[in-house]
């Protein structure tokens, strides 16, 4: 949670970016069979053999449905951010469409919190935060990492299941983000950091966003304050004097730290909220490139 500012957006920024890279890549379409081997007559005296039945589709080639297909549950998508991120709570260009029931919220969560995207991302957190030494009592070595590798980890999943699950359940409040992909620049990421603040009920109301206010500060109250480091004392030894001099180190479980790491959280999530907002143009960038490139691959085959 003390990883600077500047330096975790631009990790997740990098890190989606070769992610989405690797995917593209991944789906970069073979080489299709030349007409003069396909349409081959039968030999003489031998019947010709019926084509093959279509294959089903495999789980691959699901998951490059189309963002807004229906989720693994009603009401929400398959997207990802960057290919690769889970954003199974985004629509867009949608109506009406039905509340997520109780049980659909928690699924949902679920699902995004433990992606299997999700081990490898926190394993880059916790690296950089070993590397800044930031919250030194968790110490250093793989012990020390291994608490930061959770701790990341807890971070996460409290504060996604806060203000996705509990409070919207609670509250009666949508935890979807309605994308409005349409209108300028300005307009557009004004919407996106509202919906930070204004949200809509389940019944289709707009409603100040108590959900992700609320469920923030609960998240920031219960990470700082139980599993965050306490204070502790270290020793240095002086080689000028040749004595052990004891250096405090204050705890993280102070009410400031815990007022920022809520403001924290807030903020990257209304980073999040306009990356996803502007998302659908990259994408459709990203497969108009792909179509592109797949169709000169056809024409240049016999």
């Known amino acids: 949670?003390?990883?600077?500012?500047?330096?975790?957006?631009?990790?997740?920024?990098?890190?989606?970016?070769?992610?989405?890279?690797?995917?593209?890549?991944?789906?970069?379409?073979?080489?299709?069979?030349?007409?003069?081997?396909?349409?081959?007559?039968?030999?003489?005296?031998?019947?010709?053999?019926?084509?093959?039945?279509?294959?089903?589709?495999?789980d691959k080639d699901k998951d490059k449905d189309d963002k807004n297909a229906p989720g693994r549950n009603a009401g929400t998508s398959?997207?990802?951010?960057?290919?690769?991120?889970?954003?199974?709570?985004?629509?867009?260009?949608?109506?009406?469409?039905?509340?997520?029931?109780?049980?659909?919220?928690f699924k949902v969560v679920a699902r995004g919190s433990f992606d299997k995207i999700e081990f490898p991302w926190y394993g880059i957190l916790s690296g950089i935060s070993q590397a800044e030494n930031s919250e030194p009592g968790y110490g250093q070595g793989w012990k020390g990492y291994g608490k930061r590798y959770a701790s990341a980890f807890a971070?996460?999943?409290?504060?996604?299941?806060?203000?996705?699950?509990?409070?919207?359940?609670?509250?009666?409040?949508?935890?979807?983000?309605?994308?409005?992909?349409?209108?300028?620049?300005?307009?557009?990421?004004?919407?996106?950091?509202?919906?930070?603040?204004?949200?809509?009920?389940?019944?289709g109301h707009r409603q100040f966003n108590y959900s992700e206010i609320l469920g923030s500060a609960v998240s920031a109250t219960i990470s700082t304050n139980t599993y965050h480091p306490r204070s502790f004392i270290t020793t240095r030894y002086n080689p000028t004097t040749g004595m052990l001099t004891y250096v405090f180190n204050p705890s993280d479980r102070t009410l400031p730290n815990t007022a920022s790491v809520w403001g924290t959280q807030v903020l990257y999530d209304t980073i999040t909220i306009v990356i996803k907002e502007f998302w659908p143009d990259v994408h459709r960038k990203m497969d108009h490139k792909h179509n592109g490139e797949e169709k000169q691959t056809s024409n240049s085959n016999p």
């Open 1 to 58: 949670m003390s990883i600077k500012f500047v330096t975790r957006p631009l990790i997740a920024l990098l890190f989606a970016t070769c992610l989405s890279l690797s995917s593209a890549s991944q789906e970069t379409p073979a080489p299709s069979t030349s007409q003069t081997e396909t349409s081959k007559p039968s030999a003489a005296g031998q019947d010709a053999q019926p084509p093959s039945p279509p294959q089903a589709p495999s």
């Open 78 to 105: 398959n997207d990802r951010l960057f290919l690769a991120l889970p954003n199974f709570l985004t629509l867009e260009n949608v109506g009406n469409v039905p509340p997520l029931t109780t049980g659909q919220k």
């Open 155 to 203: 971070d996460g999943t409290i504060e996604n299941f806060m203000t996705s699950a509990v409070f919207p359940s609670l509250l009666h409040q949508d935890p979807r983000f309605f994308q409005k992909s349409d209108g300028g620049f300005t307009r557009r990421t004004e919407y996106a950091v509202s919906r930070i603040f204004i949200t809509r009920t389940d019944s």
